[in-house]
């Protein structure tokens, strides 16, 4: 097909974009968008669109039927898909996000019905720049992610794009970015996993993962590409099996983040902060152990590092606050096997020659306040090592962080039976409230929502030229502050994840002022806000989809206003048919 030819096809438009036959439209509104006896001719409420999505959700037997029909409601109506999620954001979250993507993730190749995202092969290669001129929209942020580690289930190939869908979903749900404004992004560089190359509905290209240099140099060109198509992109990575050469070569380059390492780091510190205000402890007396020394574990420990630092530890004594566990015992210097280089920073070498396998015999050795997992492995906080923290501590904090919530160290009803409703407890996974001792207890959430969105909208608003550590730490410390006066008194860790917007607001501000104080800002005129300013112009640039229908209902206000001044013939038959139009809607009604 010849350029000119290609030029002649329709505009390109992802169903994504979508919401131009919600039956809350008005009559006029319909007309502008030429949708009018598209839909029938009821004009809902709001409430009644929920009421008749939430009755459609509930007769969804299992979550990946809730997770499809989800999907489907924001291809068609994107709109009323987000304003479902602002109200029950609690509740849907789970369904698109973790754990329900994890399986969605799995049998992605078998439930794919429509394009979500784009997908750019290692067989792209040179041509990568081109293929992005494919997407129709502006993009002011991507998630993109090549498969090789989703959630605690491993290379899932192309599978993986569900992480970047459902993690862009909560960009717009919690932070307001514009759902047109964001890229999921999927990398094809092979796959190591057999059942899905040998699996006939398995859409990736069937060859091994490619090697690390190839994979860098399609890395290069792909950021290369990005930032030439849309110069102010945020990229965030996503599920790399080995996060740190890619965060290590770009994050200096271009406006990248890992939320694996420095996305989980940071909402484990923000509740990590109130948990040691709560324990009682003065930080200098924390020990941790980390059950867990991959990629997520070590970017956790190296923030926790940086908040103990700034409560007045040198960085040697903060780094000795923490023993890691992997899959062969401790991790020592001493210990025979080579080190991962990640691992080493915590690596020990006080421990006299002797070898900790067990996490039982670390505890009795390490006697710590602090018991982190981010093994993937579940149930391995088991009733004995929980109540050996319950024995040592009056508040042990107990943070089982690993997804899915199968993949849970432990769950918050064990934690809580076994130190005796006692234990500070954040989870990677939703849990659900317990009553114990007479009260109603409801477990931390150490869910990487409350602050990605803050770090994305935050970079997008400032125009960051880099992600710096600061605006990471930053993500953390405001929201620790983020709590009203109630979820302190109920000793909770995090904020009540029904106030996720306003959250995001705190958060946000925080990275633009770690932005503007570390000088990788381009939007000057920040500057000269003071906090409630600022804040005020973040509201006003987040996206509500409560919001969409009146700005329709403005342009054809105006529409209609410029007609009025039109000559005689051109306003009569304007208002006229405009006027029968909306009687003849209403007398339906």
């Not at 784009?118 to 929209?137: A, K, M, T, V």
């Not at 140099?217 to 102010?232: C, G, Q, R, V, Y």
């Not at 981010?374 to 090592?385: D, H, K, M, P, V």
Request: charged share 20%.
């Amino acid at each position: 097909m010849s350029q000119s030819q290609a030029s002649d096809l329709p505009p390109r438009h992802l169903s994504t974009t979508s919401g131009d036959y919600c039956t809350s439209n008005p009559p006029e509104v319909r007309r502008y968008l030429k949708t009018y006896g598209l839909t029938p001719p009821a004009i809902e409420s709001f409430e009644v669109q929920t009421q008749r999505c939430l009755k459609l959700l509930a007769m969804k037997p299992t979550p990946i039927e809730k997770y499809q029909y989800l999907t489907h409601l924001r291809a068609t109506n994107v709109h009323l898909f987000y304003r479902l999620l602002a109200e029950n954001v609690k509740e849907l979250t789970p369904l698109i996000y973790t754990p329900t993507v994890g399986e969605a993730c799995v049998r992605w190749s078998e439930i794919f019905t429509q394009p979500e995202g784009l997908y750019l092969s290692y067989h792209d290669r040179g041509n990568l720049r081109q293929i992005l001129d494919n997407w129709p929209h502006k993009v002011e942020i991507t998630v993109l992610t090549d498969g090789s580690r989703i959630l605690g289930l491993g290379d899932l190939g192309v599978n993986g794009m569900g992480i970047p869908v459902g993690k862009l979903a909560l960009y717009t749900a919690c932070a307001g970015i514009r759902p047109d404004a964001t890229l999921p992004l999927t990398l094809d560089l092979g796959t190591n996993n057999k059942a899905l190359i040998e699996d006939p509905l398995y859409m990736g290209s069937r060859m091994p993962k490619v090697s690390a240099e190839q994979e860098r140099e399609f890395l290069d060109e792909l950021m290369a590409a990005l930032t030439d198509k849309w110069p102010e992109i945020v990229i965030q990575f996503e599920d790399f099996k080995n996060p740190f050469p890619a965060l290590e070569r770009y994050q200096n380059t271009y406006t990248m983040f890992n939320d694996d390492v420095q996305g989980t780091g940071a909402v484990i510190v923000g509740g990590f902060i109130n948990a040691v205000k709560a324990s009682g402890v003065p930080a200098k007396d924390h020990r941790a152990i980390f059950l867990g020394a991959g990629s997520a574990g070590v970017g956790v420990a190296k923030q926790i590092v940086e908040f103990f630092m700034k409560e007045g530890l040198t960085e040697e004594e903060a780094r000795r606050k923490f023993w890691f566990v992997d899959s062969n015992g401790l991790v020592t210097l001493d210990r025979g096997d080579k080190l991962a280089e990640h691992k080493v920073y915590f690596a020990r070498d006080d421990n006299n020659g002797r070898q900790y396998q067990s996490l039982s015999r670390l505890i009795d050795f390490v006697r710590p306040t602090i018991l982190m997992g981010l093994s993937t492995i579940g149930g391995a906080f088991t009733r004995e090592i929980l109540q050996k923290m319950a024995q040592l501590n009056d508040k042990p904090i107990i943070f089982p962080l690993s997804n899915p919530s199968s993949k849970s160290e432990c769950t918050f009803e064990e934690a809580v039976r076994n130190t005796e409703g006692r234990c500070l407890f954040a989870s990677g996974s939703p849990f659900p409230s317990l009553e114990y001792g007479g009260k109603l207890l409801t477990p931390g959430q150490g869910n990487n929502m409350y602050v990605f969105p803050g770090i994305g909208l935050g970079a997008i608003l400032s125009k960051a030229v880099s992600v710096t550590q600061d605006m990471i730490y930053a993500s953390a410390e405001y929201l620790s502050t983020s709590l009203n006066k109630q979820e302190v008194a109920d000793g909770w860790l995090y904020p009540d994840i029904r106030r996720i917007r306003e959250v995001s607001v705190v958060v946000t501000r925080g990275v633009i002022r770690a932005a503007q104080q570390n000088g990788v800002d381009r939007a000057l005129e920040l500057r000269t806000l003071n906090d409630e300013q600022l804040d005020a112009f973040i509201k006003s640039r987040m996206y509500d989809p409560f919001n969409e229908k009146e700005s329709i209902g403005d342009s054809v206000a105006q529409l209609m206003a410029t007609a009025s001044g039109m000559n005689g013939h051109a306003n009569g038959y304007t208002n006229g048919h405009t006027n029968g139009y909306a009687n003849g809607a209403s007398a339906h009604l």
